[in-house]
């Protein structure tokens, strides 16, 4: 693919689900693959599965919620491979409930991952960006902040304060940087492991399992916008399973 190959790419919550399929989908096409999630052992795993098919993959421990761990990913790009054309701010969290249940607990870690890790993501890589004269964030938003539904208040609040700010970034980005931002609906994910409410896991991983689209074809999103040319930004992808209401 024209405009992948070669390009180092640092992606957050890269362990599994989106971020692990685009982190394979990428370096299959020759991107350079900077790695980062909370889980060490599959973590390196995936590191070692790119390597031993002919590419090109670094990682480190990155938990969002920590800012010098963010920071500590794009370091490890800019120090080892000399640039970062790519960030993509992943990891992401929803354990949704009923505003009534107030668990409050839930709300601040939704916006710690979130929303202060994309901003952790682009306090990190926004100067590196600006020095190169390049680079491109691409964002992950949710159908959830589009088609507003119960249990997904806090949740959809999330994302939508990512759009705003990826809307914000973009235009003061100026003509050099580019910024995407991805909505997926159900895909094929770990991400309701991550709900509290048990019946609301439940009733997650039974929707997963009816409709959700497989995590490459998220993958294949995010290279049509990062291999289009320099000066074409590609806004904003919604994919979603063509059964989702």
Known sequence: MTGIAGKVVAITGASSGIGEATARHLSEHGAIMVL???????????????????????????????????????????????????????????????????????????????????????AAALPVFRQQGFGHF??????????????????????????AISEGLRQEAGPSLRVTTISPGYVDTELPSSMTDSELRQQGQAAMKAIAIPASAIAEAIAFAIRQPDNVDVGEIVVRPTAQA
């Open 36 to 122: 980062g999630a909370r889980r060490s052992d599959r973590l390196e795993m995936l590191a070692a599965n790119i390597v031993s098919k002919g590419g090109k993959a670094s990682c480190l421990v990155t938990d969002v919620k920590q800012r010098e761990d963010v920071a500590g990913l794009v370091g490890l790009a800019t120090e080892r491979y000399g640039k970062l054309d790519v960030l993509i701010n992943n990891a992401g969290i929803a354990p949704i409930s009923r505003l009534d249940d107030l668990r409050v607990d839930d709300w601040d870690d939704m916006i710690d991952v979130n929303v202060k890790g994309v901003l952790y993501g682009i």
């Open 138 to 163: 691409v964002n992950m938003l949710s159908t959830a902040g589009i088609k507003i539904v119960p249990t997904m208040a806090v949740y959809a609040g999330t994302k939508n304060a990512v759009r």
